[in-house]
């Protein structure tokens, strides 16, 4: 049984930072590429941040580029996201996902393993 469990959200000043961790049980996490989307009400879930297993590549959203950083470290079978700068924009519910293919995307159908949703507000 595969879980996904996020932590690390919270209510944060504009400019702070903040990391969100995904601890995941019941795979192989070596071989598990890694992302992170985020959901604001009435909007759909958006790709934020990836890192995939097979070349260790990492991508991100335009807007969050020089600003957030996607990593997984094997040993602990954690996803990590590392937020800086934040703006109020950053603003929405974060999830982590995990998926075995070889080059995920930045779709959500591309992912087969969902954590729940940590949420994140920056007030400005």
């Known amino acids: 049984q595969v879980q996904l469990e996020v932590s690390g959200g919270g209510l944060v000043q504009a400019g702070g930072s903040l990391r969100l961790s995904c601890v995941a049980a019941g795979l192989t996490f070596s071989r598990y590429s890694m992302a992170w989307f985020r959901q604001v009400p009435g909007k759909d879930r958006e790709f934020v941040a990836g890192?995939?297993?097979?070349?260790?590549?990492?991508n991100y959203e335009d807007s969050v580029k020089g600003r957030f950083t996607v990593s997984k470290d094997n040993a602990k079978n954690t996803a990590y996201l590392q937020m800086n700068s934040l703006k109020p924009e950053d603003t929405a519910v974060y999830y982590c996902?995990?998926?075995?293919?070889?080059?995920?995307?930045?779709?959500?159908?591309?992912?087969?393993?969902w954590g729940q949703g940590t949420q994140v507000t920056v007030s400005s």
């Open positions: 890192v995939r297993w097979s070349t260790g590549e990492t």
């Open positions: 996902a995990a998926d075995s293919s070889w080059m995920p995307g930045k779709n959500l159908i591309d992912y087969e393993y």
